[in-house]
Protein backbone atom coordinates (compact mmCIF):
# COMPACT_ATOMS: atom_id res chain seq x y z
CA UNK A 1 0.00 0.00 0.00
CA UNK A 2 3.03 2.52 0.11
CA UNK A 3 4.17 2.32 -3.41
CA UNK A 4 1.97 3.05 -6.06
CA UNK A 5 4.47 2.10 -9.14
CA UNK A 6 7.89 1.00 -10.62
CA UNK A 7 9.79 3.16 -12.64
CA UNK A 8 13.33 1.68 -14.58
CA UNK A 9 14.41 -1.05 -15.84
CA UNK A 10 17.57 -4.04 -14.42
CA UNK A 11 18.70 -3.17 -11.19
CA UNK A 12 18.38 0.78 -11.35
CA UNK A 13 14.60 1.12 -10.17
CA UNK A 14 12.55 3.77 -8.88
CA UNK A 15 9.30 3.38 -6.15
CA UNK A 16 6.87 5.59 -6.44
CA UNK A 17 5.73 6.48 -2.98
CA UNK A 18 2.51 7.24 -2.00
CA UNK A 19 3.51 8.71 0.81
CA UNK A 20 6.67 11.21 1.34
CA UNK A 21 9.72 9.68 -0.35
CA UNK A 22 11.80 11.02 2.61
CA UNK A 23 9.40 9.03 4.78
CA UNK A 24 10.20 6.07 3.38
CA UNK A 25 13.66 6.69 3.15
CA UNK A 26 14.08 7.60 6.79
CA UNK A 27 11.97 3.83 7.05
CA UNK A 28 14.82 2.14 5.39
CA UNK A 29 17.54 3.48 7.48
CA UNK A 30 15.33 2.36 10.30
CA UNK A 31 15.51 -1.11 8.84
CA UNK A 32 19.06 -1.42 7.86
CA UNK A 33 18.27 -1.04 4.08
CA UNK A 34 19.68 2.40 2.02
CA UNK A 35 17.39 4.06 -0.81
CA UNK A 36 17.51 7.52 -2.51
CA UNK A 37 15.10 9.85 -2.18
CA UNK A 38 14.58 11.21 -6.40
CA UNK A 39 12.25 13.26 -7.53
CA UNK A 40 8.35 12.78 -8.27
CA UNK A 41 8.15 11.30 -4.65
CA UNK A 42 10.60 8.35 -6.04
CA UNK A 43 12.74 5.73 -4.04
CA UNK A 44 15.63 4.80 -6.31
CA UNK A 45 17.18 1.28 -5.67
CA UNK A 46 21.07 1.27 -6.49
CA UNK A 47 22.14 -2.13 -5.66
CA UNK A 48 25.58 -3.30 -6.86
CA UNK A 49 25.53 -4.64 -10.64
CA UNK A 50 27.55 -8.10 -8.35
CA UNK A 51 24.65 -8.23 -5.76
CA UNK A 52 24.54 -12.12 -4.90
CA UNK A 53 20.35 -13.06 -5.13
CA UNK A 54 20.46 -13.50 -1.18
CA UNK A 55 21.65 -9.85 -0.52
CA UNK A 56 18.63 -8.70 -2.65
CA UNK A 57 16.63 -11.30 -0.76
CA UNK A 58 17.66 -9.64 2.35
CA UNK A 59 17.24 -6.59 0.87
CA UNK A 60 13.36 -6.54 -0.13
CA UNK A 61 12.59 -8.16 3.35
CA UNK A 62 14.39 -5.67 4.69
CA UNK A 63 11.93 -2.86 2.43
CA UNK A 64 8.87 -4.83 3.19
CA UNK A 65 9.41 -4.01 6.80
CA UNK A 66 10.25 -0.46 6.71
CA UNK A 67 6.69 0.09 4.11
CA UNK A 68 4.76 -1.88 7.09
CA UNK A 69 5.85 -0.05 9.36
CA UNK A 70 4.43 3.10 7.36
CA UNK A 71 1.38 1.30 6.84
CA UNK A 72 1.11 0.62 10.82
CA UNK A 73 1.58 4.13 11.45
CA UNK A 74 -1.01 5.67 8.76
Not at 15 to 27: G, P, Q, R, Y
Request: hydrophobic fraction near 50%.
Amino acid sequence: GIFSGVRGSGLMLGLVCKVTNSDVVNAGYGAGVLTVGAADNVVRLLPALNIPDADIIEALQRLDTAARSLEAGA
